[in-house]
């Protein structure tokens, strides 16, 4: 790293000092050429237009440069060869935040979800107990689940209840296939935002009656 900026600032030094020379020149030895263009240039103070003139010399000085010839030895010193990186790499941020701050609430996976799917329970052949939990209680709280027979289908959905405080709720479900795997997922709407739950998935019973 050190290197790098020892070099950097040798580059700026020359190209500075290369600006200065040429600039000089240009401004005390016009080509016959450009003067002839700029003949008869004045500025409203009545004097030549010798800036116009200036920077044209500049341009064609620099179009002109063939090769440029740096002096290396430089790094070809043993004091230059010691040098040492030093540097160190940062650490990572064990809590960057949120991918998407302005994603709703729980949907990127950057903040906990107000909302948590639970195991279901009373488990039967053609029915289920599922169990959520309101984890951060606000005003105007609804929550509900949604399932289906894959993650990417949870066609159905309970009825959405009004819940005013944080705490667990569930809610029955009949109508199940025996012998099925289920996938269901905890929901609530707080305000404006939809917050969902982690997938949770269970298998039904094979027989009435069996738990």
């Known amino acids: 790293m050190i290197k790098k900026i020892i070099i ?14 040429f600039f000089k020149k240009s401004a005390s ?3 016959a050429a ?32 063939n090769t440029i010839r740096l002096d290396d ?13 030093f540097s160190r790499p940062l650490p990572e941020d064990p809590n ?25 329970s009373a488990i039967t052949a053609t029915g289920a107990t599922f169990n959520g939990t309101l984890i951060a209680g606000a005003t105007n709280v609804t929550r509900w689940f949604e ?3 894959s993650i990417d289908t949870l066609s159905n959905k309970t009825v959405p209840i009004a819940q005013a405080t944080a705490g667990q709720f569930s809610q029955a479900i009949t109508g199940l296939l025996p012998n099925t795997t289920y996938f269901f997922v905890a929901k609530a709407q707080i ?21």
């Open 96 to 120: 960057p935040g949120r991918p998407n701050p302005f994603a709703p609430v729980g949907s990127d996976g950057g903040v906990v979800s107000p909302v948590a799917t639970n195991a279901p």
């Open 34 to 65: 450009l003067q002839t263009t700029t003949t008869g240039v004045t500025d409203s103070s009545g004097n030549a237009g010798a800036d116009a003139t200036v920077g044209r010399d500049f341009l064609t000085t620099l179009l002109n440069i």
């Open 147 to 149: 399932y289906g027979l």
């Open 29 to 31: 030895t016009p080509t």
């Open 73 to 85: 030895s430089l790094f070809a010193d043993a004091g230059f060869a010691a040098l040492q990186d």
């Open 191 to 211: 305000g404006t935002v939809i917050a969902t739950g982690s997938p949770v998935s269970f298998k039904t019973a094979q027989t009435a009656g069996a738990h």
């Open 8 to 21: 950097g600032v040798i580059l700026l030094v020359l190209a500075i000092a290369g600006y200065s020379v």
